[in-house]
């Protein structure tokens, strides 16, 4: 039978170099997303300008006579192209608001644990350490 003095606690500082580990884990995590959402972001933007680019050569090409009405399909389908970018632009907006707040909700907790534990290893300091110069 064990006895219940034998019981121990995990030491503070390994208990802050497992939270350092962890939120660095997840700060690299939301930085990762971050990025991702940039690369998808760009690469839309550069579709919605190569369709914008088109629609307006074949808008011109129409009001001149030189492209036949049959490309008025093509001219919807570009403008339905359009509106999903915009939309799917609009969409990787809001999810970069939120990790932006997740990010800041990450750092604000990290920061204050900091401050708490600086607090903590300040009061437990023996009296001499404490009352330095």
């Excluded at 990450?106 to 534990?117: N, Q, Y």
């Amino acid at each position: 039978m064990a006895s219940i003095f034998a019981f121990r606690t995990r030491s503070p500082d390994r208990d802050r170099e497992t939270d350092v580990t962890r939120f660095e884990q997840l700060a690299r995590s939301l930085d990762q997303l971050t990025s991702e959402i940039d690369a998808e972001r760009t690469g839309i933007r550069n579709r919605y300008e190569a369709v914008s680019a088109n629609a307006a050569f074949l808008v011109e090409a129409m009001d001149n006579s030189e492209a036949s009405s049959r490309r008025a399909d093509d001219m919807d389908r570009w403008t339905e192209s359009l509106k999903t970018c915009l939309r799917r632009i609009e969409a990787l907006g809001r999810q970069t608001e939120l990790i932006a707040g997740l990010r800041h909700a990450l750092d604000t907790f990290v920061d204050e644990g900091r401050k708490a534990d600086e607090r903590s290893s300040a009061a437990s300091a023996p009296e001499e350490v404490r009352h330095r110069p």
